[in-house]
């Protein structure tokens, strides 16, 4: 009896037909609608394999390897859990039991009596009441200095918005500052201090009828070529729909158009600004080459911000900044002041800091002050041993109560960065617990500890971790690679831009990949915000079960501290 194969290849046919069909679909629906994450955005389809791959890890932990030599997975799956407004909440497997990420040496002291959730009161770091406008913090968790073309304008963007949305801090980093740090601002014709180019009626009208978010992006980018030939300014714009504008900062307004620090309402939240040894954007042209603050353009940009930060070292980078030329595009070379695609390499020292000349510099913090309407100015310091900081506390124990560096940011040996020597990384600088000790020691030495805040800026993921930095006595917590990981980096290490692209879009200036972060970034403003608020949320409940009533009462008295030398040190102090 002769088989006809002829319906059962037409089935199979059919079947294989359909589920091409299928996956053509859901690469459509990766690539065009969803808003949820990144990768699937700039690999549809394929992005979805390395969640597959993702949630069968664990099945094969035991048989394979885990990634713990950075950051414990705990400590990842804590923060990508509450970042999806969860509660964080561990079963039995997720303890420590390789103490890989227990600290014997700085264990907290549980009370006898803990108060509950609605009995605390948590007292905020006040910056500082001797200037004319003090910054005052609304949490304890802050992020820490990423610059802009470090990181994309897409990623600037939804962090800045998700702090100012979790009414945290949020630092500029130390190449300049953008319409992307101020995305809560709403355009407005009276605002001076804004340029705009208007949308033809009937390009908008096109616009609304688009379907699908990744569509209508790349509308914006058609609309902006017909109104400006030049491509890749539009980075330096964002879209206001109802004006049907786009706009930006006009740094050439004068001074008088820009707000004053009064103006500063909720809409600015809490921007601090960065300034670093090259001083992108603040430089004065002088016909020797030489390093001289552009006073009225550092005022302009200091009006957005509620602090100034002067960076003297950064543990990851001991000296120099680095931005690749991969990412020093058009937009960013004109940000800065700088010719295109070539290697930015910053001095190895601030150009106002001299050994021997600590009073000058000091100087300089007061006119940077005075110059910025009165608002808080500090320095951000790696410490190796007591010299790093010592010069500048005796310096302050010297000067009136009202002068001086109102915070000092002590960045850990674990501090990041995306493009780091690793000979500096390995060297140099102190675990932050370490650190902290060192400086609060001489803050109290020099009796000038209630004269300054100190923030601990390093990777400090999670509430147990700041915890025990807020103890030995940090006053607030600055983080940039945890806020980073809630924004949903997958830490592929390409942040350099040197090896390849960020595969996210979040670290990258290529348009292409940064397109599939756009696609998703009012998704990660929420993620970003939820993990601000649950890292909070539980350093308040550590403070609780230690038994005081706000996260700034911790101390040493909370703490058992196992190492004779340093219980030698506490009792003699």
């Known amino acids: 009896m002769r088989i ?66 950075f950051t414990p ?7 990508l859990h509450v970042a999806k407004g969860k509660s964080g909440y561990f079963a039995f497997d997720k303890f420590d039991t390789t103490w890989q990420f227990h600290d014997p040496d700085h264990q907290m002291i549980h009370a006898t009596a803990p108060y509950n959730n609605d009995e ?52 500029t980093g130390e190449w300049w500052l953008s319409v992307h740090h101020i995305p809560n601002v709403p355009f407005s014709f009276d605002k001076k201090y804004f340029k705009h180019k208007r949308i033809p009626k009937i390009a908008v009208a096109i616009y609304k009828l688009i379907p699908g978010i990744r569509l209508k992006n790349r509308r914006m980018e058609f609309l902006w070529d017909t109104i ?109 002041g700088v010719h295109p695609w070539i290697d930015l390499i910053s001095p190895n020292r601030f150009p106002f800091y001299e050994a021997g000349k600590e009073k000058e510099f000091l100087e300089f913090i007061e006119t940077a002050s005075e110059k910025s309407g009165g608002k808080p100015v500090w320095v951000k310091v790696v410490i190796s041993d007591r010299s790093n900081v010592e010069w500048i506390v005796k310096e302050l124990a010297c000067l009136p109560k009202k002068k001086g560096p109102d915070f000092i940011t002590i960045d850990g040996w674990d501090g990041g960065s995306g493009a780091a020597p690793i000979a500096l990384g390995i060297l140099f600088g102190k675990k932050i617990y370490d650190a902290l000790e060192i400086v609060i020691d001489i803050l109290n030495e020099y009796k000038v500890r209630d004269r300054v805040k100190v923030f601990a800026s390093s990777k ?10 807020m103890a030995l006595g940090a006053d607030a917590i600055g983080n940039a690679r945890s806020i980073m990981i809630a924004g949903w980096c997958i830490r592929a290490g390409l942040c350099s831009g040197e090896d390849g692209p960020c595969p996210v879009g979040m670290a990258t200036m290529k348009k292409n990949k940064r397109r599939g972060y756009e696609q998703v970034q009012e998704k990660k403003v929420e993620q970003i915000a939820n993990y601000i608020k649950a890292h909070n949320k539980w350093l308040i409940q550590v403070a609780a079960v230690a038994g005081v009533k706000s996260p700034s009462d911790l101390s040493l008295d909370h703490m058992v501290i196992k190492r004779y030398e340093k219980m030698e040190k506490i009792m003699n102090r």
């Open 120 to 171: 605390m009161e948590p007292v905020y770091p006040l910056i500082w009441e001797k200037r004319k406008h003090p910054m005052q913090f609304h949490t304890y968790f802050y992020r820490s200095a990423m610059s802009l073309g470090s990181l994309g304008f897409e990623a600037t963007y939804s962090m800045s918005k998700a702090c100012a949305n979790a009414h945290a801090a949020y630092n």
């Open 228 to 336: 400006q030939s030049k491509m890749w300014t539009r980075d330096l714009f964002l879209l206001c729909k109802n004006n049907r504008v786009f706009y930006t900062i006009d740094w050439d307004q004068p001074l008088s158009s820009f707000p004053k620090p009064e103006d500063l309402g909720p809409e600015f939240w809490q921007i601090i600004f960065q300034v670093w040894s090259w001083m992108y954007g603040l430089r004065k042209k002088t016909t020797d080459g030489s390093i001289e603050l552009d006073r009225e353009r550092f005022q302009k940009v200091a009006s957005f911000a509620r602090a100034i930060e002067v960076k003297l070292a950064q543990w990851a980078k001991q000296t120099w900044g680095i931005l690749k030329a991969e990412k020093n595009t058009h937009t960013i070379s004109q940000i800065r």
């Open 460 to 469: 400090l993921y999670a509430p147990h971790m700041s915890a025990r930095a």
């Open 73 to 79: 997975r705990a400590i990842i799956d804590w923060i």
């Open 4 to 69: 006809n194969y002829m319906p059962i290849l037409l089935r199979m046919l059919v079947i294989v037909a359909w589920i091409i069909a299928l996956l053509v679909l859901i690469a459509a629906y990766d690539g065009l609608f969803q808003k949820e994450n990144a990768v699937k955005a700039s690999f549809p389809l394929l992005g979805r394999f390395r969640y597959v791959f993702h949630e069968l890890r664990p099945l094969f932990r035991q048989y394979f390897w885990d990634d713990d030599a």
